[in-house]
């Protein structure tokens, strides 16, 4: 009867062992909340460079559209769009084909990390 247990012998946990479990639950339970966070970060950085995108798409075709061809050169404009304000950076060069021009246009929130930029070419004349 060595192999039986005694009827006096403790079932149970050490209390080492119910800290060891613990600690290896709550290190993965803050890896959960750090996820969480991280997804929550980037899911407002998509929807900023989305509605960047929107943006520019939108200035892009007010620039193809207008009669008149935009002037060479640099310049910083401010837009309102869904609520936020957008600033757009537009530059314009000419090509090796004198009757196209090359516009690059990059906007960004006023605030915010997000960003977008689209090149077109349309006629200089």
Known sequence: MANERSE?????FTLLEMLVALSIISIAAL???????????SAGDLDERTMAGIVAQNRAVELWTDPAPPTIGSNVSS??????????????????D?????IDLTVRPES????????IIRPSR
């Open 98 to 102: 004198d009757s196209l021009l090359r």
């Open 79 to 96: 837009v309102a769009n869904a609520g936020r304000n957008w600033q757009i950076e537009q530059r314009v060069a000419p090509t090796a």
């Open 31 to 41: 890896t959960l909340v750090r996820l969480d966070a991280f997804a929550v970060r």
């Open 112 to 119: 915010g990390r997000g960003q977008a930029t689209l090149t």
């Open 8 to 12: 006096t012998a403790e079932c149970g």
